[in-house]
């Protein structure tokens, strides 16, 4: 063989060797996607704008304190819209001591202002905007990892799609209720004290003080089912929020044989204003809330030094143990919405792919029949050539880390039959030349060369279709696009090159060719 | 040696009223079909929730219907799916939770007698937003794929015309393949979706093949005093084994996927079997007969001018 030929059997042969290297073994290379073996797909959109309207709601109450430090009196300092804090001063001869305060706030720029009647806006800037949503999301994937790590799933998918979407797979999940309680829950926990002084039914009635709101402390009877609600009304500040947080675990409930509860441990910081809260507050009531509920609102006895604090709650061993996780995740920073779900159950997985599989090795099948009985020899090249392509294209799919889905098994068989149209189009091009009174050699010639421009253009075309597929399509139509794209990149490879490789090696090594068996 | 075709020398273009005829009944029966019967998308497009269940026996949709009926969800779609125990409920979007939705369907169903027990294989919902996103991506998937194929042809073969009939062909294959899906009362899903686009690439495909040929013969011998309709019809039977046997080779794998790829792709194979027939026939009588007519009627024209200016 000269020597062009061996570089380029050598090609060959160091192809199908990566390919095997990473196809070894078979069971741990190819992820297998959701629908094949069964698990979550969830689209979460981060309701962002939530977030920012916190910020503002917390620069407003940051700005009202700072203006009362400063001695200036406020009539009103109030959050209005998304990102605009209004302020009201009493009278308009402190202008100018507010305007000073006001600059601290560096992410706002007064908007409206009337000096005369003490009156100005602050807004917050474009790009304080655009970059607080930015954290929302970037946070909230970030809270979603950690709880997901915890809780312990082999090869989760957690990304972020687009400006305020989050896609996460779940592979392989049993539980997917409890999945979806752990994912999607805010775990917003907070300490707010009990308003004593306000009573219930008049709150109820709708007279709440401003600085007051009513909460609910929710109760599931175990055996009933039945739900009962009860009111509480508590002050609307903050103490402390989970964020300084540094354990939670759980723990036998030894009031209540049978439940469970989270002790949580706060970091230095929240364990000195903790410390600080329950001396200023002994004899009244804490509340603690997760999510907008009250769990408990124990009474404070006295200081406690240690930064420790118990939320009970009737809870089952799993409901406490999820609890504690989302507790040391952290909170998400803005409530998310489930926008798409998928969930597919593990037999139905397993029922796709013995379905899948049969029709593919069925549709090899067929068309390997085919090529040997149409075109004897040359048809048999072009089915090792079809194998080597199935090869590397599962390798690539390897390589890449690319999921194998049931659209995407379609794909491959799509391939299969791509792939035998290249062949085709060489094949009849030799035959054409054969019947045009060429020699083998010069057919064979003629034919691959001929039929080069064709087949680049057909697989281009195929390929930009697959291209577009894959940036518009979601989910299953991605898995489509990416094994045919690979597929029929592979075809190149294999369907020409290594076809004429054969084609080489049988005929134009021998001094004299009779015929072609095509 | 088996041949299909030694040395075809079919009139092809020569027949294209007869094929002008053919495709515009099917185009009418198609239109006609999604005028009158429409086109029911698939939860994917228009948002709602989507539970296939298993029973332990098999159960009737009255049974499954009047356990559902309990719970008040609204229109609800029963269908059996691959077999008898297994079944697909959809439902349109409601304000519950998807969570709450299985919960309450689990229960309403274990609650109906004599539907045994059962297991939720499959849920699927599909939020108002989500949905809308998706009909949009689907919108510009088709227009990109279309447009991305129209600049490669005029690109490569220097042919505005090209490319538009090749265009002209594959919205014809798009035609008849949605106007099938709605006279066999399937839904538009996203995998009908992805059929649809392997079909856009699989017509320009057989298009380009024919006219690669006519730019490879062109300023050929034996093309010499040939009209461009004769010229066209040379490359569409020299070309003609090559499309048959891929058309051939390709229905095969669709077939098979069709019989044996189970319910989940059924729909995908259906479009891919029917595109490749469709998308064969309008590589012969679509792209190369549009092109043909375009180019006399621009020749006549400018003969009709030139004659115009010889007289004045």
């Known amino acids: 063989m000269p020597r062009r030929l061996w570089q380029r059997a050598g090609l060959v ?7 095997i290297w990473y196809l070894y073994p078979l069971r741990e290379t190819i992820n297998l996607g959701l629908d094949l073996q069964g698990g979550i797909h969830l689209m979460l959109g981060v309701e962002v704008d939530k977030y920012v309207g916190g910020q503002t709601e917390r620069a407003a109450e940051d700005l009202k304190n700072g203006l009362e430090r400063k001695g200036v009196a406020v009539k009103r300092v109030a959050r209005e819209g998304l990102s605009t804090v209004a302020v009201e001063l009493a009278s308009a001869t402190n202008w100018n001591d507010a305007l000073t305060v006001a600059a601290e706030l560096a992410s706002f720029e007064v908007g409206q202002r009337d000096d005369k009647a003490g009156r100005f806006t602050l807004v917050m800037r474009e790009r304080q905007v655009a970059q607080l949503r930015d954290d929302a999301v970037r946070q909230a994937v970030e809270t979603i990892r950690n709880r997901v790590d915890q809780f312990g799933v082999a090869e989760p998918t957690i990304v972020r799609q687009g400006d305020n979407r989050i896609l996460i797979q779940l592979p392989g999940v049993q539980d997917p209720d409890r999945a979806k309680a752990l994912i999607g829950k805010t775990a917003l926990l907070e300490f707010k004290l009990l308003d004593e002084r306000t009573p219930v039914e008049q709150a109820l009635a709708g007279r709440v003080p401003e600085t007051s709101e009513v909460v609910y402390q ?217 019947r045009l009174g060429k020699t083998p050699r010069a057919a064979i010639d003629a034919g691959f060369h001929r039929a080069f421009r ?41 369907a020409y090159f290594f076809t004429r490789l054969l084609f080489d090696v049988l005929y134009m090594g021998r001094r004299k060719v009779q015929a072609v068996s095509i | ?70 719970i008040q969800l609204g229109e609800s779609i029963i269908q059996e799916f691959g077999d008898d125990r297994e079944y697909i409920i959809r439902l349109p979007l409601t304000t519950a939770s998807p969570e709450e939705l299985t919960k309450r369907i689990t229960g309403a169903l274990t609650q ?58 594959v919205f014809h294959d798009m035609v008849i393949c949605v106007g099938a899906l709605s006279l066999t009362g399937r839904e538009f899903s996203l995998p009908v979706l992805a059929a649809l686009l392997t079909i856009i690439g699989y017509s320009v495909n057989d298009t380009i093949v024919a006219y690669d040929r006519l730019r490879e013969n062109r300023g050929k011998y034996s093309q010499r005093g ?87």
């Not at chain 1, 697959?466 to 075809?491: D, E, H, M, Q, R």
């Not at chain 2, 041949?3 to 092809?12: A, H, I, S, V």
């Not at chain 2, 294989?121 to 998937?141: K, N």
């Not at chain 2, 990109?144 to 600049?151: M, S, Y």
């Open chain 2, 1 to 70: 040696m088996i041949e299909l075709f030694r040395t075809p020398r079919y009139n092809f273009i020569g027949k294209r009223r007869w094929a002008y005829l053919l495709s515009a009944v099917l185009m009418v029966v198609g239109l006609g079909t999604l005028a009158v019967r429409g086109l029911r998308y698939d939860i994917d497009f228009t948002g709602g929730t989507l539970v296939q269940v298993r029973f332990e026996r098999s159960p009737s949709v009255a049974t499954i219907r009047a356990g559902l009926a309990r």
């Open chain 1, 454 to 494: 064709t087949i680049i253009d057909t697989h281009l075309t195929v390929m930009v279709t697959a291209a577009i597929l894959y940036n518009f399509g979601t989910g299953p139509v991605k898995g489509f696009a990416v094994s045919l794209f690979i597929g029929l990149a592979a075809s190149l490879f294999t």
């Open chain 2, 112 to 169: 109906e007698a004599g539907l045994g027990k059962l297991e939720i294989r499959r849920i699927e919902f599909v939020g108002p937003q989500v949905g809308r996103d998706l009909q949009l991506q689907a919108i510009y998937a088709v227009l990109f794929g279309l447009g991305g194929i129209l600049l490669y042809v005029a690109w490569a073969f220097k042919s505005l015309k090209g490319g538009v009939a090749a265009i002209a062909a």
């Open chain 2, 226 to 312: 040939k009209t461009f309709a004769e010229q066209m019809n040379d490359a569409i039977n020299q070309t003609l084994s090559r499309t048959v046997l891929t058309a051939l080779t390709t229905f095969l794998s669709a077939a098979i996927l069709l019989a044996f790829g189970g319910k989940v792709l059924e729909d995908f194979a259906f479009i891919l079997a029917i595109g490749v027939v469709t998308g064969t026939y309008s590589t012969i009588y679509m792209a190369g007969a549009i092109i043909v007519d375009w180019t006399q009627s621009v020749e006549s024209r400018i003969a009709r001018r030139k004659k115009a200016v010889a007289k004045a």
């Open chain 1, 13 to 19: 042969v160091l192809a199908l060797a990566l390919s």
């Open chain 1, 218 to 434: 929710r109760r599931v009877d175990k055996e009933t089912k039945a739900e009962r609600r009860q009111p509480y009304v508590v002050q609307k500040r903050t103490l402390l929020t989970g964020a300084e947080l540094t354990r939670a675990e759980v723990q036998a409930d030894p009031n209540s044989p049978g439940n469970w509860q989270v002790a949580i441990e706060f970091t230095a910081t929240g364990a000195r204003v903790f410390g600080d809260v329950t001396e200023q507050n002994v004899a009244r009531h804490l509340a603690i809330i997760l999510d907008g509920n009250l769990y408990s609102a124990p009474r404070i006895n006295e200081r406690i030094p240690g930064g420790r604090a118990v939320i009970t709650g009737q809870f089952t061993v799993e409901e406490a143990r999820d609890l504690a996780i989302v507790l040391r995740a952290g909170a998400l920073p803005a409530p998310v919405a489930i926008l798409e779900e998928r969930t597919v159950g593990p037999s139905l997985g397993a029922d796709s792919i013995r379905q899948g599989m049969l029709a593919i090795l069925g549709s090899g099948a067929v068309v390997f029949v085919f090529m040997l009985l149409y075109y004897r020899l040359s048809g048999l090249i072009a089915d090792v050539a079809l194998t080597l392509n199935l090869v590397i294209l599962l390798a690539c799919m390897a390589a890449f880390g690319a999921t194998l889905t049931l659209p995407g098994i379609a794909g491959i068989a799509l391939t299969i039959g791509m792939a035998v149209d290249t062949n085709v189009l060489i094949f009849e091009r030799i035959r054409e030349e054969l």
